[in-house]
């Protein structure tokens, strides 16, 4: 499960994306949140939708119901960032659109949803938008580049039994091959023994690179100058 304080973060993203689609400037977003609630008969104080938008607080069901309906999208999406997936982008041909799904999601920056074997070969020469051959194309919830993808979690190497973050099997997480790679970011590379990328927590220790998987159960791999790091992972999403 995605902790609390990066499930409150990443929901303060969402409302400033579908604060932005509507073109409600940036200043005094929080009376106007309040205008809107309070002509839908729900009455909040400066202090609480500060938090909203702070990412210290998410609304109750109530306040949810009418800030979606004033911006236009599906409140599952403001919530819990559940994303539909759009017909008009490449390999999700015939499926088709629900009449609720928000403007707002569809300006996202959508990204594929490729295969472990992909990701390995990604690190070599990223593909060609024309030439990539995606599960589903999907809009990702934050900042994200050009070539960036996603990929379906399998294996539980990076599940967390305990308090922290988890990244259960299934659990989609969203990748980007350009920024850059810092001591504990969780991170996608490639291992010399295998034609598939791996998913793992990145970390630096007397001089050496280590891969280190969440669940204690799996050992710690020591990079070595054939391995190599594939992109940085900016979010998760999992399905209910």
């Not at 959508?110 to 809009?139: D, F, M, R, T, Y």
């Not at 989609?172 to 996608?188: A, H, M, Q, T």
């Not at 490639?190 to 159960?217: C, M, R, W």
């Amino acid at each position: 499960m995605i902790d609390k304080e990066t499930m409150r973060d990443m929901f303060a993203e969402r409302l400033h994306a579908a604060l932005d689609s509507k073109g409600i400037r940036q200043r005094g977003r929080g009376a106007d949140i309040i205008q809107q609630l309070k002509s839908r008969g729900v009455t909040k104080t400066a202090q609480a939708v500060s938090k909203w938008l702070n990412g210290a607080a998410i609304p109750e069901l109530d306040s949810l119901t009418v800030l979606a309906e004033w911006l236009g999208c599906r409140r599952e999406w403001l919530e819990h960032g559940v994303m539909p997936v759009f017909p008009n982008q490449v390999g999700s041909a015939g499926n088709e659109i629900a009449g609720n799904v928000s403007p707002v999601v569809s300006d996202m920056s959508k990204v594929p949803l490729i295969s472990w074997v992909q990701a390995g070969a990604w690190c070599e020469v990223p593909p060609s938008i024309e030439s990539i051959h995606a599960e589903q194309w999907l809009p990702c919830p934050v900042s994200i580049s050009s070539s960036g993808y996603a990929l379906r979690v399998v294996g539980d190497s990076m599940t967390n039994n305990g308090p922290g973050r988890s990244y259960p099997a299934g659990c989609i997480i969203f990748v980007d091959p350009e920024l850059s790679i810092n001591n504990g970011d969780r991170v996608i590379a490639t291992l010399p023994s295998s034609n598939e990328a791996t998913f793992k927590v990145f970390v630096k220790d007397a001089g050496k690179h280590y891969l280190k998987p969440i669940n204690p159960q799996y050992p710690i791999i020591e990079m070595t100058e054939e391995m190599q790091i594939c992109g940085k992972v900016v979010g998760a999403f999992t399905p209910e």
